[in-house]
């Protein structure tokens, strides 16, 4: 275990009617003016919408609207809900949605209060802000756990990046299964992908020997595994999708990064192939991790033939440490195909004519915790993703 500090400053209400058992005391504590923050109108179509806004009207408060945060949320996008912040003296955001909603509304509580770029501070002057608009998230969809942690992605389509930001923590998360119900099953999928790329990545972090919160990340990830089939056999299966929201939320809360340094590469990568492309998140990190893993080998063999006996249930007899890698890679390249994910950029339509020069140039380069990656080893991972 390396050193750590834990802190965890959001509550969270999950479960059945979550919303309408503890909204209305979280509201209580807010101000007058509140930020009905939301995507491109799913909320209007499932009912979400009107039962918020009945419980704000029963809360007294003023409702300011700021919609259509779309997928992979712009800077552009930031600033547009920054600026009806500022006009109408919003005192609270509720960002009701999933990862796109919730990350933007977390740099919007920041450039709200304050006139300074809050890009140009974070990459420019190496700063992060400190004051905010306090928040609130109701997750309509699950698997990125953005509700849990304070970074938020964010495309700039102007400097061609989608980075990492630091905003600030949802004072509340309100996690009820029957919101995510009508999410597509495709989303569904893509998310719990998601999650389990971050359990990995995580795992994948250093120190390499295996400590407590590596063993709680292999139940995490045997339990997404399990429950995307149970969901995939039955769509209304309500306990499966419960699962997966809570697994979601305990990859991203820093439980499992307890005493670690994570890894991350796949993501940045992902990120800046997401800038380029504009492509769904879960999507293209299915494409990537097999064969990002398979330049990992033989650096990481040893992590990777753990998790081919811990979590993908191989028959550890007889097998060498590579043989157990190699079989933990193939088992989650078929796993990705048996769900139907894509496993190659031009099943997604993104074609040879992408610059992935560019894409991998931009790419951060994250610490290295089984293998630092160069550039050029990410342009070549790239194209053999094709
Ligand atoms: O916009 P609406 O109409 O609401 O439709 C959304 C959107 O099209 C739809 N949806 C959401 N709830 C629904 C629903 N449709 C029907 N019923 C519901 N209940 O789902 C679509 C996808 O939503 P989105 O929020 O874009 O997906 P996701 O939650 O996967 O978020 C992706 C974003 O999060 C970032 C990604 O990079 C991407 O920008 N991430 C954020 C992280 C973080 N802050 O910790 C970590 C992740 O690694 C990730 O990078
Ligand atoms: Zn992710």
């Known amino acids: 275990m390396n050193t750590f500090t834990y802190n965890y400053p959001v509550t969270v ?7 309408e058992k503890n909204l209305p005391k979280e509201l209580a504590k807010a101000g007058e003016t509140v930020m009905l923050a939301y995507g491109g109108g799913s909320v209007k179509k ?19 609207e700021f919609t259509g945060i779309m997928s992979n949320p712009t800077y552009e996008k930031v600033q547009e809900g920054a600026k009806i912040a500022k006009e109408n003296n919003v005192d609270f955001i509720l960002a009701v949605g999933g990862g796109s ?23 420019g002057r190496h700063g992060t802000p400190t004051r905010f608009i306090p928040m609130g998230a109701v997750v309509t969809a699950f698997g990125t756990g953005a509700e849990m942690n304070n970074g938020a992605v964010i495309t700039n389509t102007e400097k061609k990046m989608k980075s990492p930001l630091w905003g600030s923590f949802y ?54 595994i399990r429950n995307i089939r149970a969901s995939l056999a039955d769509p209304a299966d309500i306990r499966a999708r419960s ?15 307890i005493g670690k340094v994570t890894d991350f590469q796949c993501h940045m990568l992902e990120h800046q192939l997401g800038a380029y492309t504009d492509f769904n998140h ?12 398979r330049h990992m080998m033989p650096e990481a063999n040893k992590q990777f033939a753990r998790l081919a006996v811990e979590v993908w249930g191989a028959d550890p007899e007889g097998k060498t440490e590579s043989e157990l890698a190699s079989a933990f890679v193939d088992s989650l ?34 610490g290295g915790c089984a293998k630092k990656f160069t550039a050029d080893e990410l342009y070549e991972i790239l194209t053999e993703c094709l």
């Open 13 to 19: 209400y999950f479960g059945e009617k979550a919303a």
């Open 46 to 64: 499932n009912g979400i919408y009107d039962e918020l806004v009945s419980l704000l009207t029963a809360a007294g408060k003023q409702i300011v």
């Open 101 to 123: 909603v919730i990350d933007c509304c977390k740099i919007v509580s920041a450039q709200a209060l304050t006139d300074e770029d809050i890009w140009e501070l974070e990459y």
């Open 171 to 224: 004072s509340f998360a309100i996690l009820d299964p029957a919101y995510t119900m009508s999410m597509p099953m495709k989303q569904v999928i893509s998310g719990a992908f998601d999650s389990l790329s971050h359990s990995l990545e995580t795992y994948m972090g250093s120190p390499r020997e295996i400590n407590y919160s590596d063993e709680i990340n292999e139940a995490t990830q045997r339990n997404i």
């Open 243 to 257: 699962e997966l929201i809570w697994a979601a939320a305990m990859a991203e809360n820093g439980m499992l990064k």
């Open 282 to 293: 879960g999507q293209g990190l299915a494409v990537l991790h097999p064969v990002l893993y």
């Open 333 to 366: 390249a078929a796993f990705i195909k048996e769900i139907g994910l894509p496993t190659a950029l031009s099943e997604i339509n993104i074609s040879a004519d992408t610059d992935f020069r560019a894409i991998a140039d931009t790419t951060i380069l994250t």
